[in-house]
């Protein structure tokens, strides 16, 4: 369908999604995590070692280090819960550094030398599968309890738990399941790049997520979609000006974050193209005969 | 129904409340008046569990609710609207309304990813029957799918009511709810107020313009500078002295 090129470009871009994903979820409760480039070493180095030294198959192993990261996602959210801004950011800087750096000496996972001769498992259909599955978890929680409950939190918290929403038992499941996002994204990661060390991973990998989803915006999901496919392919297509392309992007960046500071995709677009439209929402809620 | 005993709250050196008590009888309509900065809302605070008192215990259907968190308290049955209007933005008016079922109902994340995408849970068309039912009830059912800033101001204020009363709650708390609205919504907010008495609900009801709640109080606590001047029913209160000389004169 695509060249050899154009593909993994396509298979990155998926990878990035479900990582911008798993910022823009804890960002839609109000918490603005820097933990999941650490999550995402969890789920890399556990598939990984799951596929090359047990010889699990592939998907169970992607599934298991999708879990075990969301459990270390919801140990590491409880001192996350009272924490906010930049404390919160500072906190969660720490947990992914913790993450890496205990892959970093950890030796059965390879330790420095890091983790070789995993089989190529990633390809676009598995990941644009997770991605779909991802996107229609967000379509169909937006118009639910906890849709609104996780909608009321990222606002105005204070209030929300006046109106009965329990802020560490929806905070956590939020962190718990934002995490396992990024333990799948991190075993998509390691069974396409086949080498995996703890350098790819940790405040860095936090970092690189940031810009996609920063670009594209974190008020609606569709942000995350967008900014990771701009991020991926505009510096591809400035290759022809080869030096001065990441300047380039570089300005490109700054120019849209003061043109637009909350990103490509915002709540009034998405509202206005109608990816939310009143007439799709009514199916869901039939009004009930009188 | 409830009962506060003995409530102070300082905010640093400040002393907002001093040694309040506070007693609301079941289905009564009781009203909370004093001069701006009297410790009104900071009192509602500390009923509803926002901010932790310095000493004091509150004490709701017999049960010591002193240390309990906000949504503990709001599914126990206390309800509230807020003095500076708290809606949730990014929701329409109904789902604010249905917001405020979250506390009766239980479905969790994962049943939102397994029902079915097409009809929705017999919990979900619940909440929305309860919801259009008191956007109904507050007189605002026209205005379901409106976002709640492109609402009129009197409108946000029954708006806000509509998500308190979707709450079930058994002790309604309104935070001056007649703020900003006219002679005539007053009069209908009036009226609203008595309707959710007569539901079998008890109100507690801020109102920094005394006038108001002369005629819809069966009775009223004045406070200023965080303590108790006086209590009783509003022919009482209209006649202390006390009342005179350090709320009436001041505006009047
Ligand atoms: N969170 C807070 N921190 C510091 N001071 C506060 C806080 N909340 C209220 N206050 C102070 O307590 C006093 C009483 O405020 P409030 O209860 O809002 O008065 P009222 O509702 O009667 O107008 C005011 O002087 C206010 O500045
Ligand atoms: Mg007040």
Known sequence: ?290 | MLEVRSMSKNFGGFTALNDLNLRIEKGQIHALIGPNGAGKTTLFNLISGSVPPSSGEIVFLGKKITGSRPHKRARLGIGRTFQNIRLIRTLTARENVMLGCHCWTKAGMWSSFFSSPIRPSAEESEIRRCADGYLEFVGLGHRADMWPHALAYGEQRRLEIARALSMEPKLVLLDEPAAGMNPQETQELNTLIRRIVDFGKTILLIEHDMKMVMDIADRITVINYGQKIAEGTPLEVRTNRAVIEAYLGEGE
């Open chain 1, 1 to 290: 369908m695509f060249s050899e090129y154009t593909e993994s470009l396509f298979i990155m871009a998926g990878i990035n999604i479900i990582l911008g994903f798993s910022f823009y979820f804890p960002r839609s409760a109000g918490m603005f995590s820097m933990a999941q480039g650490g999550f995402m070493a969890i789920g890399a180095f556990i598939s990984a070692a799951l596929t090359v030294k047990l010889g699990m198959p592939f998907y169970p192993a992607l599934l298991i280090g999708g879990i075990v990261a969301g459990i270390v996602g919801v140990i590491a959210g409880f001192p996350a819960l009272r924490i906010k801004g930049v404390y919160l950011l500072l906190l969660t800087l720490g947990i992914s550094e913790v993450i890496r750096i205990f892959f970093l000496n950890f030796s059965y996972t390879g330790g420095v030398a890091g983790l070789g001769g995993i089989q190529l498992h990633t390809n676009l259909w598995n990941v644009y599968f997770t991605v779909a599955i991802l996107v229609y978890f967000f379509h169909r929680l937006a118009p639910t309890r906890m849709g609104r409950a996780i909608a009321a939190i990222g606002e105005d918290e204070e209030a929300a738990e006046m109106m009965g929403i329990d802020l560490t038992v929806t905070k956590l499941q939020v962190f718990g399941i934002s995490a396992a996002m990024s333990g799948l994204a991190g075993g998509f990661y390691a069974h396409y790049s086949l080498y995996i060390t703890s350098d790819n991973f940790g405040v860095a990998k936090s970092l690189e997520i940031l810009l996609p989803v920063l670009m594209g915006g974190t008020e609606v999901f569709w942000g995350a979609i967008l900014g990771s496919f701009v991020t991926t392919f505009v510096p591809e297509w400035l290759r022809f000006i080869q030096p001065y392309r990441m300047m380039i992007f570089g300005f490109i960046i700054v120019v849209m974050m003061i043109l637009r500071p909350q990103g490509l995709v915002d709540r009034s677009l998405v509202s206005s193209i109608g990816l939310r439209l009143r007439s799709i929402r009514l199916l869901w809620f039939p009004r009930p005969a009188p």
